[in-house]
Structures are given as C-alpha cells and as structure tokens.
C-alpha cells in the first residue's frame, strides 16, 4: 500500500472514530500536511497544521518559550514536546504533532548531525517525542517524516486517547 493509500485510510479510520490531529511543522514546511490534504474528506479529521519553520514563528503562533529554544535549540525534545502538545491544545484536537530537526545538507552538528529529526505526539494521555536520524536529501528526510508519523496514526486508529 502506497503512501497515499495508507493516508486514505487512516481519515476514514479517524472520521468514523471522530478523533482529529493537528500539526507544527518546522522542518517539513508543510508537506506533511499537504499529503494529508491530498485526500478527500480530510477536513473530518485535519484541523489544521501550522508552519513555524523559524524560532520567532514558533514562539508566536505556538507558545514555545524563548528560553527553551535558547537553552536547548529549535531542534530538541524541548521544544518539539511543546510543538505537540501546545497546536494540541490551541487546535483542540485528538493528536498533536511537532515536528522540528535538520534537513539538511547543512546546518548539523556533531550532537545534532543533519538528518536528524524529533517527532512529538500528543494527546490527553501524555507528549511522546521521537528522535530519528535520517540519511537522506531533503524530499526524502520529509517522506520518511511523513511515513513515521503515519505508522504513529495507523497505530493509534482505534484508541480515543
């Protein structure tokens, strides 16, 4: 099943269990929600994403304190924990995403190599945030983003939580 197909299914999994997502997108400039919006019917379960790609976007439109952002960087479990769980909260939705890393091919450091990635979720349950590393160009480090989130939703398609 394609990538597409997989997408498909999980908005109508989402719109008969009437859960919705919203997300913060840094490093993916919104391609993960374009995809989403690829499908018909998504409205029923896309509340909304939101691209803070810069620091002063991430602080104004989602709440990341400065001193996070200064303390542990834009590309940290800090600050995509706050991503998650604050476009949760701001979209009332189900599951918030963050996502926030390096695409690179420049930008890395030897703590934080490009290709990586942090990826929150967050739901009335709790903020789970995932570090990845991908070795890939940019088109690629974004389609792989897009498929661990979506193995995240396929996985929470039958739990309101």
Request: with cysteine.
């Amino acid at each position: 099943m394609n990538i597409l197909e997989r997408i498909e299914k999980i908005v109508r999994n989402y719109t008969q269990k009437k859960l919705k997502i919203a997300l913060a997108e840094s490093c993916t400039g919104g391609y993960v929600s374009h995809m989403i919006t690829n499908i018909s019917g998504a409205s029923n379960v896309f509340e909304r994403g939101i691209v803070c790609y810069s620091n002063q976007a991430k602080i104004d439109l989602l709440n990341v304190k400065r001193s996070s952002l200064e303390i542990y960087g834009a590309v940290s479990e800090n600050v995509v924990n706050q991503l998650a769980n604050n476009i949760r909260l701001l979209a009332d939705v189900d599951i918030g995403i963050g996502i926030s890393g390096i695409a690179g091919p420049t930008g890395g450091t030897p703590e934080k190599p490009v290709g990586t990635v942090y990826v929150g979720f967050s739901t009335k349950k709790g903020t789970k945030v995932i570090r990845y590393n991908f070795k890939a160009d940019r088109i690629t480090f974004k389609e792989l983003v897009l498929e661990k989130i979506v193995d995240y939703l396929e996985q929470k398609k039958s739990k309101r939580n």
